[in-house]
């Protein structure tokens, strides 16, 4: 599947923590919105914008469509 819009999208980072939250948002205030609501006492993050490259996101989607080949659930 190709696509071509290059719309950034944008992805939480907790702070200690080395990969990318795995939930991709379409606009930082709503990435910020999540952030805020799942943080914990202390915890701190950083929003990021990522584009279609985005290394977090293709991950996520080659073990989806992986796992569904399989349809074994
Ligand atoms: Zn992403």
């Known amino acids: 599947m190709e696509r071509t819009d290059e719309k950034p999208h944008y992805h939480i980072r907790w702070s200690g923590r080395t990969a990318l939250d795995w939930e991709s948002f379409a606009t930082r205030a709503e ?30 989607m080659k073990v989806k469509s992986a796992s569904s080949n399989e349809a074994s659930v």
Request: charged share 35%; net charge neutral.
């Open 31 to 60: 990435a910020e919105a999540n952030a805020n609501q799942l943080r914990r006492r202390g915890e701190t993050y950083t929003i990021e914008e990522h584009n279609q490259s985005c290394p977090r996101c293709r991950d996520a």
